[in-house]
């Protein structure tokens, strides 16, 4: 009875952040698919003095259930199908002895808790001020951010917004752009910065493409990143959004934290869970073996794949969130040079061109990795066309670049260093992000567990804190105390 209690509160409380939705068809199948879930979450646990609890995944979520429950005196195995922990979390050792974080490198705005969690380890942070940015354009001259007249932008794209959403559900990112093009283009903006300003803003963020986000994300807020949608804000909202944390000692300092002391098993794939029996029989490469409670914290890439199957197959509301979320793409290209010729001042450079297209957002890395560095980002469709590239055309593409705005005289990088998560077999892609058929509880059935036997973890399961590392820490505490609830 608890468990339902609690289950509806998550969704009044999902609900109310989607308040400004109007009635619709959409909510009546939403109250049906809460109907459904009320079988979920009268399941009973095993009725086991000791149960032994498996988790799949070595990477934020994984390592936070695995600890906050291995503290609690539970007996826990965590496999990993990596040689590494911290999934996508990647502090990476290049050549040259720079630390590089091929996946996430900020906890972006307020997370007090994680933040703590870091000092607390005698972690050193530094920030990186996301408008602090300098764009560079095609004909060669240069704005500040500041100069931008964002009221006027964000004015124009709330009226987008209105339009695109009298097209009903299907309505995206790009349609908004669309709709308040002609707004944008009388306040005397070009084609070629609002192209920009939604890459580096929305698109960077979002890990996806305007034409494949649903415009319901930004009904209250359209911009988040760089840019203040709310014209008023307190000096502490303003902190906030200009407060991005990174680690120059790399991320993995609090996954290698969280991990001190845990039972964990490298190169181990996770290839089939038969949860239809007690305890479940788990297959993976390099044997079976049995287990109570499972928790899963693969990436909503893997699980779209269905690279883990299931016995018996998932149930329908659990599957169709799994379908309906999309699965992102952010990529991130490292050049280092023998000497720095960027201004040191700007945190953010934009080079934009004509043609929408990738590498348009650089960050000045020098203060985090104190080395000459640079590093260009590439979001949704053009980072997947970019993953196709060879190394040297990747190269040659970002020298192009960094020519238009510096000149040719710049110096040859001395290390390159590129990701390609899409293809990347135990993440296929970087987060997860509300696509086009997404629905309103997605989030939220992502997060409930299986005949009280499979429960899930991991950022896309987060109902407030998507796609992010703090997010992905609370849906592990989440899920170990949902156990700890269980068995007190
Ligand atoms: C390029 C990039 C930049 C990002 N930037 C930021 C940022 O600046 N700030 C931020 O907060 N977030 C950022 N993120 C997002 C952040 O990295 C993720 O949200 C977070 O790390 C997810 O943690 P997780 O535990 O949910 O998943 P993961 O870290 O992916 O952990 C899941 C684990 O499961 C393992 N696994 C997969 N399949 C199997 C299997 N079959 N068997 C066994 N193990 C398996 C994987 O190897 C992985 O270790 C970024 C991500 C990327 C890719």
Redesign the pocket.
């Known amino acids: 009875m608890m468990n339902l209690v609690k289950t509806c509160t998550q969704v009044a409380l999902h609900f109310a952040r989607h308040t400004s939705l109007a009635f619709s068809l959409h909510r009546l199948l939403i109250v049906a698919s809460l109907f459904s879930l009320t079988a979920c979450v009268s399941d009973t646990p095993p009725d086991v003095e000791a149960p032994k609890i498996t988790i ?7 390592l936070a259930t695995a600890k906050r429950l291995t503290e609690a005196g539970f007996d826990v195995t965590v ?4 040689d590494r ?5 990647w502090s990476y050792q290049s050549n040259t002895g720079a630390t590089l974080d ?7 705005g307020d997370f007090a808790p994680f933040e703590d969690l870091a000092k607390q380890q005698g972690i050193e942070l530094v920030n990186t001020d996301f408008e602090n940015l300098l764009i560079h354009n095609s004909e060669g001259q240069s704005q500040h951010l500041s100069e931008v007249d964002t009221e006027s932008l964000i004015n124009a794209m709330q009226i987008g917004v209105g339009l695109a959403n009298l097209m009903g559900g299907s309505a995206s990112m790009q349609d908004v752009i669309d709709k308040s093009w002609p707004l944008l283009a009388l306040a005397g903006f070009s084609r070629e910065l609002v192209d920009f300003l939604v890459t580096a803003d929305i698109e960077v963020s979002s890990a996806a493409s305007a034409e494949d986000l649903t415009v319901r994300s930004y009904l209250g807020d359209i911009f988040a990143m760089i840019i203040p949608s709310e014209q008023d804000e307190s000096i502490d909202e303003e902190e906030e959004r200009s407060k991005n944390l990174a680690f120059p000692k790399g991320y993995n300092q609090i996954t290698d934290y969280l991990a001190e002391g845990l039972d964990i098993q490298l190169n ?4 089939d869970i038969d949860y239809n029996q007690d305890p479940i029989r788990v297959t993976t490469n390099q044997g079976e073996l049995s287990s109570d409670l499972i928790i899963v ?3 909503i890439g ?1 699980l779209k794949a269905g ?2 199957s299931f016995s018996p197959a998932l149930p329908d509301w659990k599957q169709q969130a799994i379908e309906q979320t999309g699965s992102g793409l ?3 290209l490292f050049l280092e040079f023998p000497y720095s010729f960027w201004d040191q001042d700007p945190d953010m450079l934009g080079i934009t061109q004509p043609e929408k297209g990738g590498l348009a957002l650089w960050v000045n890395m020098e203060k985090v990795t104190r080395r000459p560095t640079l590093m260009a980002f590439s979001a949704g469709r053009s980072a997947k066309a970019l993953e196709a590239l060879s190394d040297q055309q990747m190269v040659d593409l970002a020298m192009q670049r960094l020519v238009q705005a510096y000149g040719k005289d710049i110096p040859e990088p001395i290390n390159v260093t590129r ?1 390609r ?1 899409a293809a990347d077999p ?2 296929k892609g ?2 997860s992000y509300e696509s086009l058929n997404a629905g309103v509880l997605d989030s939220l059935f992502l997060s409930l567990p299986v005949k009280a036997r499979v429960l899930f973890a ?2 896309a399961t987060s109902i407030d804190n998507g ?6 820490y609370e849906t592990g505490l989440r899920e170990a105390e949902r156990i700890i609830e269980w068995y007190r």
């Open positions: 799949v995944g070595a990477g934020v979520s994984g496999l990993e199908a990596r922990i911290g999934g996508r979390t091929l996946g996430a490198s900020w906890i972006h181990t794939t996770v290839l914290t693969a990436p893997v690279d883990i952010l990529n991130k990701t998560w135990f993440a970087s987060y991991g950022e796609s992010n590392v703090p997010g992905a």
